[in-house]
């Protein structure tokens, strides 16, 4: 198994700004991913982080717009940029080892 | 994209009971996992079970790949099993590009 510091745990902000997160796994890994999880709804995908190459960006969402960086295999940030009350969400990171995801305890954002 | 459909969406049980919570999906695919996340919002790996069956404790799973279903028997529930249960799946063999289902909300009372 994986375990997975996320920060920070939640953060109010004003539309226009920019959250970066930060994410750091306890062991080397290969796949990193982010997901959001909008109020009472499922979770979607935004991006596979993997270290060495530019994150892969799913269907809906662009690098413009929630830019990623994974320096290492341990550690990964996702910027939110320009940010509107759409935005408001809770953001997570993800980890895999072998074939089974971990998760942090995710951002929870509000953007005023 | 494929299709996870989860049923039923809402459960309520009281504490003892047993469930059985039910994942389809709308194609074939090579990894399937199910996830508990708590009231707190976080999410717990319960499963790896592409085929075959499992169990952990009071929790097991079963998916039947061929006819593109997986089920999460609960037994003697408590209240700690309290919160939404997804399953996820992908068509490769590793855990990326994991598509989840739209979860099923349990909530266990005395």
């Known amino acids: 198994s994986a375990v997975i510091s996320q920060k920070p745990s939640r953060d109010i902000c004003q539309r226009g700004t920019s959250l970066t997160i930060q994410c750091q796994v306890d062991s080397q890994v290969t796949m990193m991913f982010w997901y959001r999880q909008q109020p009472g709804q499922s979770l979607t995908l935004i991006a596979t982080?993997?270290?060495?190459?530019?994150?892969?960006?799913e269907s809906g969402f662009v690098i413009d717009k929630f830019p990623i960086s994974r320096p290492n295999l341990t550690f990964s940030t996702l910027t939110v940029s320009n940010m509107s009350p759409e935005d408001s969400s809770i953001y997570l990171c993800?980890?895999?080892?072998?074939?089974?995801?971990?998760f942090g305890s995710g951002t929870q954002l509000s953007v005023l | 994209g494929i299709q996870v459909e989860q049923s039923p969406p809402d459960l309520i049980l009281q504490e003892g009971a047993n469930s059985t919570l039910r994942c389809n999906f709308s194609d074939s695919v090579n990894n399937l996992q199910w996830f508990h996340q708590n009231p707190w919002g976080q999410l717990i790996n319960l499963f790896y079970?592409?085929?075959g069956t499992k169990q952990n404790g009071r929790l097991s799973a079963t998916t039947v790949a061929t006819e593109r279903y997986s089920l999460l028997y609960i037994s003697s529930s408590q209240t700690t099993d309290s919160g939404v249960y997804f399953c996820a799946v992908s068509q490769g063999g590793t855990a990326s590009k994991l598509t989840f289902g739209t979860g099923t909300r349990l909530q266990v009372t005395l």
């Open positions: 982080a993997n270290q060495g190459s530019e994150a892969t960006y």
């Open positions: 993800s980890a895999a080892t072998n074939e089974k995801l971990f």
């Open positions: 079970i592409p085929s």
